[in-house]
């Protein structure tokens, strides 16, 4: 593919040698941090405009609800968890009696989310904790909510940003960490430093819709293995813009 026909229209579009260097992954350093900003803003309010009713795709009416649908959705799809959640519910519907739920029981039915064992251990524990040490309500610091069993950093900014609209970090999941270092946003394969590098460049006001864009985005047009570069609506914005095509089966990337 040839030169964008929009690369030459946007001052915050980069120099092919650094989009080359981004798009393995290893940007070169040579980009300023307030370009890296700026466009970061670019984007955010971009995909506000594409995306403007994007949510947590967990179904939930309760911070604690959403809590422990995280923790279950752990190597596991959003759905599959929608599905077993309103069961789980019905059963255990507060910290206390999750707390002292069954064992055998309680993983019977989360079986199908997968871990469930795992799963149960860290369920029960988790409600334990809330019960002992929170009045068996969730606690609103980041601080507090890691100390959980079972919960990172990646659940609890969940529960933080979309259980009680406090952004104090930015959720990276697979979609998330994939995007960001296309976008040249961040370098950084590991969550935590990938969380860093976002915190730094986004605006906080976008730290909590933004992860929901950007898997919206993902699984729309910006897939894994096929990226649909030509149809992509923030292509001009996108560091990989202006790379060369390699030839293969179907003519893509």
């Not at 929009?6 to 981004?22: H, I, W």
């Not at 069954?102 to 989360?110: H, K, T, Y």
């Given at each position: 593919?040839g030169?964008s026909?929009?690369?030459g229209?946007n001052?915050?579009?980069r120099?092919?040698p650094d989009?080359?260097?981004?798009?393995r992954g290893r940007?070169s350093?040579?980009e300023?941090?307030r370009?890296r900003?700026?466009?970061?803003?670019?984007?955010?309010r971009?995909?506000?405009?594409?995306?403007?009713?994007s949510r947590c795709s967990?179904?939930?009416?309760?911070?604690f609800?959403l809590?422990?649908a995280?923790?279950?959705s752990?190597?596991?799809?959003?759905?599959?968890?929608?599905l077993?959640t309103p069961?789980l519910?019905?059963?255990?519907?507060?910290?206390?009696r999750?707390?002292a739920?069954d064992?055998?029981?309680?993983?019977?039915?989360?079986h199908?989310?997968g871990?469930?064992r795992?799963?149960?251990?860290n369920?029960?524990?988790c409600?334990?904790?809330?019960?002992?040490?929170?009045?068996?309500?969730?606690p609103e610091?980041?601080?507090?909510l890691?100390a959980?069993?079972g919960?990172?950093?990646?659940t609890a900014?969940?529960?933080l940003?979309?259980?009680?609209?406090?952004?104090e970090g930015?959720v990276?999941d697979?979609?998330v960490?994939r995007l960001s270092?296309?976008?040249g946003?961040t370098?950084n394969?590991?969550?935590?430093?990938?969380e860093?590098?976002?915190?730094?460049?986004?605006?906080r006001?976008?730290?909590?819709?933004?992860?929901?864009?950007?898997?919206?985005?993902?699984r729309?047009?910006c897939?894994?293995?096929k990226p649909?570069?030509?149809?992509?609506?923030i292509?001009?914005?996108?560091?990989?813009?202006g790379?060369?095509?390699?030839?293969g089966?179907?003519?893509?990337?």
């Amino acid at each position: 593919m040839g030169k964008s026909r929009r690369s030459g229209q946007n001052p915050l579009y980069r120099s092919r040698p650094d989009a080359v260097a981004e798009s393995r992954g290893r940007p070169s350093g040579r980009e300023p941090a307030r370009v890296r900003a700026e466009r970061a803003e670019a984007i955010c309010r971009r995909l506000a405009d594409l995306y403007p009713d994007s949510r947590c795709s967990l179904d939930f009416r309760s911070p604690f609800e959403l809590l422990i649908a995280t923790i279950l959705s752990a190597q596991c799809t959003d759905k599959r968890v929608n599905l077993v959640t309103p069961v789980l519910f019905a059963r255990w519907p507060d910290p206390v009696r999750m707390a002292a739920a069954d064992g055998d029981q309680l993983e019977e039915v989360i079986h199908s989310t997968g871990f469930f064992r795992s799963k149960a251990r860290n369920i029960r524990g988790c409600c334990q904790r809330l019960v002992d040490r929170h009045g068996g309500q969730v606690p609103e610091t980041l601080a507090a909510l890691v100390a959980l069993p079972g919960v990172g950093r990646k659940t609890a900014n969940v529960v933080l940003g979309s259980g009680m609209g406090r952004a104090e970090g930015v959720v990276v999941d697979t979609h998330v960490g994939r995007l960001s270092r296309r976008l040249g946003l961040t370098r950084n394969t590991d969550a935590v430093r990938a969380e860093r590098d976002l915190m730094a460049v986004v605006p906080r006001p976008h730290w909590v819709d933004l992860s929901h864009r950007l898997i919206e985005h993902g699984r729309g047009v910006c897939a894994a293995r096929k990226p649909r570069c030509g149809a992509c609506p923030i292509e001009d914005l996108c560091p990989r813009v202006g790379l060369p095509r390699t030839p293969g089966k179907n003519g893509g990337r």
